[in-house]
Each structure stands twice: as C-alpha cells, then as structure tokens.
C-alpha cells in the first residue's frame, strides 16, 4: 500500500482508518434476560449478600475451574490481597515487581507489611526469580508475582525460591483468570492466587474477586476475615476483620461468565496472532514474548515501542493514536516504586523495570472485537510508521507528547 492510499494520519489532517473510537477494553457481559430470573428471586427474598447461594455456586463451580480445594469470594482483588497479606503474617517485607498496578503494592501496605520492590524479567515482564532470589532477608514474609497481562510468571523458578527459603508464595493474579501454566489453569498455584472481576478484566462482574488456594486452614481464616471476623451466627469477633463480602449480582454475572471464558480467551488469542502477522514487518514494535510453556488470556496486548526504529516515542505514538480513533494506555508507566506514595521505599536498581514501563504502550483488546477492527488498528499503526517523520514534526511544532520530537 502506498500513502496515497491510506490517506494521511488525523494528526496530520487525514481520515482515521478506525471509523468510531476504539476504547481500551470494553466489558462483555451477559445479557440481563440471562441472570434476570434469579436476580428478581434474590431481591424478593432479600438475600443480596452475605454469602448467598450464588456466591456460594460461584466459589463452588471456580473450585473445579481452578482445580482447588477452596475459592474465597470477595469484593474486589485489593480487598483480596490485603486479607490473603494479613491471614499469611502480622509483620515483615513482601517481594514484589514494581512494574505492576499500584494495588499490588498497597495491598501490601494497608496489610501492615513493607513492600520490597524487585526487577522482572526483559521479555515476559514478569518477576525475575534471580532477583527475588538476591531481595530475600530474615524479615521476608511473602514473595508476591503478578502475572502481567495474563502471562504467568516463571512459577517453578519463583516456587523453588521460596521453597529453599520456606517463604510463602502468593500470586496476584488480577489479570490471569483463564490463563495457564504448564497446561494448568492459573488458580493452582503457589499458596494462593487472588483475581480480579473489575469491569476492565476479561471476566468482568463489575467489582468483584475470588482466591483460590488449596489450604484449609488459610481458606477458614479468609471466610472469617472476609465478614469483619466474626463466625456464622456469632456476635463475637475472632479476628479484627473487614467487609470484604461478593454481593449476589456480581456473583450471577460471574456464574454466566463462567460458561464462555474459556472461548474469550481462545477469541483474544486468535486477534493477538492476526495482529502480530499484520505488523510483524514494522520495525520497533515488540509484543510481550510468550513463553512456549503458558497460555496468555491476553488480558492486556502490550507493545515496546523503539522509538529509533519505528520513528515515533511511545509517548508520540500514544498521541498520535488517540487522534487516529484509538486509545491506548502507558501501563504501568509510572512504575509504582516512583509513584509519590511510594517516595523513600525499598528497592534496588531496577533498570528492566524503568526500561519496559518508559516504552510500554497498551492497545485495545477485548474479547468481543471484530477481525475488521483488529485489522483498521494495524492499519493506523502502518501508517503512523509510514508519515513518522511529519508526525514527529507536527507534535515537534505543537510541543505535545514530550519527548516525541526528540526520536
Ligand atoms: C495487577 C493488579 N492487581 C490488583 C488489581 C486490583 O484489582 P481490583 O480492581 O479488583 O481491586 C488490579 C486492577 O487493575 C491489577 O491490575
């Protein structure tokens, strides 16, 4: 195709290829007729909350899903790991990346313990386990992976770590419902995984999260400390716990969802290979590498952009696409150990982390996206690469995406 043809980018003047804005997620749910019947019954007969039947059918099906002795419903993943941090200890340093969402870390925090931030890996994002390996201290009371983007981490690496320590090891798993490792569904691994329902991830429910973990013991502590401590039927308090309860109508969206997670997945990674082939000739763009033993749900389609080879900053790119109907997200940039509220924690160098968050770019993916919207986004990408030096100038000139004239 020449540039002729495509016209020019909006930025420039020209038409955006993508026709209507293409959001960075767009939540598919069920339809209401779909969880109606049930909904009225429950509001009929009051039971909205408190561990009712749904949210009861719904630990009991994810058990099986993940493979797990116990799911532990709750109401959303911060909530989730901050009652997982606080049942596992009372005082200490959790290891984690700091290329993560900031929950990751505040959880931490708000659970009374100190979040030690280590590197990840350069192609996958994931905790590096050497790292990790090189941060353990007396004072360590959990090693903490997040599986970025729906890729697992290098969890028989980071398992054999805190095995040789006697550390236990806890995965937020925020991104990773329907991913897995070894052929194994991500659920199943480490003491505990904790996942999101947010809106914004692939199996959204509005505001929700489950744990899963095969520990009984731990399972009886998260039930307690999920319904502010206090056992079935008592007024007493056993332990000083917060409200962490799943209400019943996320629990009805989560059971529909249920039943076609695993072909969102299988539709999210059919649109990763189309785009990956529609742009594998441009220079300067890499995707997350995919180890040859995990299976990504593809929560998140992440880019590194080289803005020497491809011509144009992430942070350039990131404009010029906004302009071009698509809206992309600069994930985690800032990296949460140079977040203000971080300010004064521990962490070493962490150059990896630096490097992937100040070149990182999020497009838009999700599991109801059409081949013809994949394809107008690959489109716009070929031609930002192709007027690249027009595009440089023209933010050059508006002084816009800071350091886009400087590629
Ligand atoms: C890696 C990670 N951990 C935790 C969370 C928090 O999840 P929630 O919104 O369910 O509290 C998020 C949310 O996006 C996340 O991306």
């Known amino acids: ?76 993943a911060t909530i989730g790991l901050l009652l997982l941090l606080r049942a596992l200890a009372a005082d200490g340093e959790v290891i984690l990346p700091s290329f993560t969402y900031a929950a990751s870390a505040h959880a931490v925090v708000w659970a009374g313990l100190r979040p030690v931030f280590v590197d990840i890996l350069p192609d996958t994002y994931t905790l590096d386990p050497a790292a990790v390996a090189r941060a353990i ?14 890729h697992p981490c290098e969890i028989d690496d980071l398992q054999e770590v805190a095995d040789h320590h006697g550390i236990p090891l806890i995965f937020d798993a925020a991104h990773a419902m329907g991913s897995r490792y070894r052929q194994q569904r991500v ?43 206090s056992p079935p039927g008592e007024e007493n308090t056993l332990l000083p716990g917060l409200n962490g309860k799943m209400q019943e109508f996320n629990a009805l969206i989560g059971l529909e969802n249920l039943k076609n ?83 004064g924690s521990e962490h070493a160098h962490l150059p990896v982390t630096d490097r992937v968050a100040d070149t990182v770019l999020c497009l838009p993916i999700y599991s109801q996206m059409q081949a013809q919207e994949a394809h107008a986004l690959c489109l716009t990408l070929r031609r930002l690469h192709a ?10 000139a508006e002084g816009a995406a800071g350091s886009a004239g400087g590629c």
């Open 137 to 150: 201290t007396p004072r360590t009371a959990a090693i903490m992976g997040v599986h970025i983007y729906g």
């Open 1 to 76: 195709m020449t540039q002729t043809e495509w016209g020019k980018p909006a930025l420039l003047g020209g038409q955006p290829i993508v026709e209507a804005p293409l959001p960075i997620v767009r939540p598919l749910l069920p339809p209401l007729a779909a969880i109606q019947e049930r909904l009225d019954a429950a509001m009929q007969s009051g039971q909205l909350t408190n561990g009712g039947r749904h949210v009861q059918a719904l630990e009991a099906q994810l058990a099986a899903y993940f493979a797990v002795a116990h799911v532990v419903a709750v109401n959303n």
């Open 187 to 229: 659920g199943g691994f480490g003491l505990a995984e904790v996942f999101s329902f947010h809106a914004t991830k692939i199996f959204p429910v509005g505001e929700g999260s489950v744990i899963a973990t095969s520990d009984t013991q731990l399972a009886q502590k998260l039930r307690l400390l999920r319904v502010f401590g």
């Open 387 to 396: 007027f690249a030096p027009a595009v440089r100038e023209r933010l050059r």
């Open 261 to 343: 997670i695993d072909r969102y997945v299988t539709q999210r990674r059919a649109l990763v290979d189309q785009m990956r082939a529609e742009i594998a000739h441009l220079p300067g763009l890499h995707f997350q590498t995919q180890r040859p033993h995990v299976y990504s749900n593809y929560q998140n389609l992440s880019l590194l952009v080289d803005a020497g080879a491809f011509g144009l900053s992430r942070d350039a790119l990131f404009v010029a696409l906004r302009a071009d109907n698509v809206h992309t997200r600069r994930y985690f940039h800032p990296p949460v150990h140079r977040h203000d509220a971080y300010a």
